[in-house]
């Protein structure tokens, strides 16, 4: 009986290991190694014709710290994942509330609201662009009807980014608004009705019960945010390419310019590094922290 | 009063509406009229599909059609084959190590393949796929957050049926097929809405990888056509831009409840 079930297990880690296989070798390929690589390549100095390529240790990494520029980006990068986390999490709410309310056109309002999710960075960018553009471009046709003026939206400094912030708060809005929908339907009625009785007031019943009951969906929300906020950047490509002197560029953005533009491989690969560090620290938060203090039952 | 908080939800409601998709109405308004009554809004000018007719004719576009169609087949492929074998493994299967490699699998979830472009890169040339389909394709195929999925529906698989199937004379394979992949179904199509827009519409890895007409994605195509150093102007790349969503567009409009479920399904397990 024992070497039958030995037999048994044998026979399922063999079968498990199989099956792992194929996975694990495409993994191991394009996840495992190339972060040990990247680790690796951090801190080996930029090879040049004359003078090949030396081990520096965290030289690359002092380098990005003294470099003016990789300061403006991490900037850039908070100030972008500091508005765009919380207002499209908040127009998320807004639009899950009404398309889940009592209200005319419901079907068109939801529509509305998802339909950029399915659009490519590159389309939004490009529909975008008919906006921004100075002059032509719809906003400055609408501001030039109250009289203001011409406004270069993309190509000066002080409104480059909220330009590109704005396009992604566009496209993500209503790929979070679903979440909310999905957990707002598992509300009972029987809440509602017993604030009613209780005559709780509309804001009241929406802070006291709706918000702590979605707090889940909002950490789910917010972290998937926090990704999007390194992830999206498609449309610097199109809209500013991360200029005027830098004032829109994005993290991934300058490791894509460091490494594909300025062929400086060691330094695209410090802040690779330094951006999955980032990632790292927020998934054990989620983990170990937040999941612990999200559940009410 | 009710009756002004209902007006005012609508109100807001539709307000809010209107705005999310007027970029899109005005880039439809811009592709269907001349630069000039596009520009000047000038709502009684003629209905043109001359835009689209020039953008066409400006780019391989029904190359990129295919290109992009393949690419989302390829990967697909790749991850129903790999993350079926590798979720049933971790739902049904005991054997040492499993749950180490699982946390090595769920890690990958957090290190995005958009973060480690340059060594990636480095990997697709070493294997002779730089600018090839599958070479785009690839870094996607084993999906960490594909095998959670899978591993999860597979594991709501009432374990009855798991053995009612091996006294038949099943083999371990031949109850993947038979019975745990029919069952999952439901899920395969939520994974197939999520991975297919997702890669429809993903740019700054083919953006690297690809580099001429043969392989190029619409939207590395798209952009490409759309730089401005092209000197295209707003109706043409509206036109264009239109063109290239236009299938994942139709077909979101007419699954919309599929899609939204799929997405849910997708986020919330």
């Known amino acids: ?297 | 009063m009710k009756a002004l908080t209902k007006f005012m939800d609508s109100f807001g409601a539709i307000l809010l509406a209107i705005i999310w998709i007027a970029p899109l109405l005005f880039a439809f308004w811009a592709a269907t009229h001349s630069t000039s009554d596009a520009v000047n809004l000038n709502l009684f000018s003629p209905w043109t599909l001359e835009n689209f007719r020039v953008a066409w004719a400006g780019a391989p576009w029904l190359k990129y059609f295919i290109n992009t169609f393949l690419l989302v087949t390829v990967i697909l492929i790749g991850q129903f084959f790999l993350t079926t074998l590798a979720g049933f493994a971790f739902a049904q299967l005991q054997f040492p190590g499993k749950d180490y490699v699982f946390i090595l699998v769920l890690m990958q979830l957090f290190i995005l393949p958009e973060v480690l472009i340059v060594e990636n890169y480095a990997m697709i040339s070493r294997l002779g796929l730089f600018d090839t389909i599958l070479g785009v394709g690839m870094p996607y195929m084993a999906s960490a957050f594909g095998i959670f999925l899978m591993r999860q529906a597979f594991k709501g698989v009432p374990i009855e049926l798991h053995e009612a199937a091996r006294i038949e004379g099943c083999g371990l394979l031949g109850i993947l097929w038979r019975v745990y992949v029919p069952l999952a179904k439901p899920t395969y199509l939520a994974y197939a809405l999520v991975s297919v827009s997702t890669h429809w519409n993903n740019f700054l890895w083919p953006l690297i990888v690809t580099n001429s007409p043969d392989t190029r994605p619409l939207t590395v195509g798209l952009s490409i056509f759309g730089a401005p150093e092209n000197g295209v102007d707003i109706s043409i790349i509206s036109a264009a831009t239109l063109m290239s969503v236009a299938p994942l567009l139709i077909a979101f409009l007419i699954f919309q409840r599929q899609f939204v479920q799929a997405f849910l399904r997708a986020g919330i397990k």
């Open chain 1, 1 to 297: 009986m024992s070497a039958h079930a030995n037999l048994e297990r044998r026979r399922q880690a063999i079968y498990g290991w199989l099956l792992l296989s194929p996975a694990a070798v495409l993994l191991t390929l394009f996840a495992f190694y190339p972060s040990v690589a990247t680790l690796w390549s951090s801190m080996f100095s930029r090879g040049t014709r004359r003078k090949p390529t030396e081990f520096v240790g965290t030289e690359n990494y002092s380098d990005l710290f003294a470099d003016p520029t990789f300061w403006i980006v991490v900037k850039n990068n908070l100030l972008y994942a500091g508005i765009t986390i919380p207002v499209s999490i908040f127009i998320a709410l807004s639009m899950a509330l009404w398309a889940n309310g009592k209200i005319r056109a419901r079907g068109f309002v939801r529509t509305a609201y998802f339909t950029p999710t399915v659009l490519p960075m590159i389309a939004a960018a490009n529909l975008w662009l008919f906006f921004y553009t100075p002059g032509l471009g719809v906003l400055d046709q609408i501001g030039s009807l109250f009289g203001l003026p011409s406004v270069n939206w993309l190509g000066q400094p002080e409104t480059a980014l909220w330009a590109i912030i704005i396009v992604t708060i566009w496209k993500e809005a209503g790929f979070f608004m679903i979440f909310y929908l999905a957990a707002l339907q598992t509300i009972p009625e029987d809440l509602k009705e017993a604030a009613d009785i209780e005559g709780a007031s509309r804001w009241t019943y929406t802070r006291r019960i709706v918000l702590p009951l979605l707090m889940p969906t909002t950490l789910f929300i917010a972290v998937n945010a926090m990704i999007n906020s390194v992830k999206l950047i498609d449309h610097l490509f199109i809209l500013t390419k991360g200029g005027p002197s830098d004032a829109s560029k994005l993290i991934l953005y300058y490791i894509w310019e460091m490494a594909f533009a300025f062929f400086d491989a060691p330094s695209a690969a410090a802040m690779t590094i330094m951006v999955i560090a980032v990632l790292g620290i927020v998934a054990a938060v989620q983990f170990f922290y937040l999941d612990k203090r999200t559940h009410y039952q």
